[in-house]
């Protein structure tokens, strides 16, 4: 049931305006940058449920970009060298370069 969940999701967020590549957003590779200093929120989909955090200064790099009803960016981020993305984060908590 999750997996279709999650494949929703992502449905729903591909067919989301703004959303698209990393190649079409030219973020690449970015660092957790948030402000308040404490680790940042990593969700299942922009605005969706929180799956685990990252620390700041963690580098992750870039897979798509969506953005919510609300129109705040959201970045779906790899860590490190993984391959599979870990989820979905606020763009404005990221430096890219």
Do not use: E, F
Not at 13 to 39: I, K, N, S
Request: aromatic share 4%; glycine share 12%.
């Amino acid at each position: 049931m999750r997996r279709i969940a999650l494949a929703l999701a992502v449905i729903i967020v591909a067919a989301l305006p703004g959303a698209g590549a990393a190649q079409d957003a030219g973020l690449g590779t970015c660092r957790v940058a948030d402000p308040t200093g404490t680790p940042l929120n990593v969700r299942q989909g922009p605005q969706g449920r929180v799956v685990g955090s990252l620390r700041n200064g963690s580098i992750v790099r870039v897979a798509a970009t969506a953005r919510d009803h609300k129109g705040q960016v959201w970045t779906q981020v790899v860590a490190g060298d993984a391959r599979h993305s870990i989820g979905w984060v606020l763009r404005a908590y990221l430096s890219c370069h």
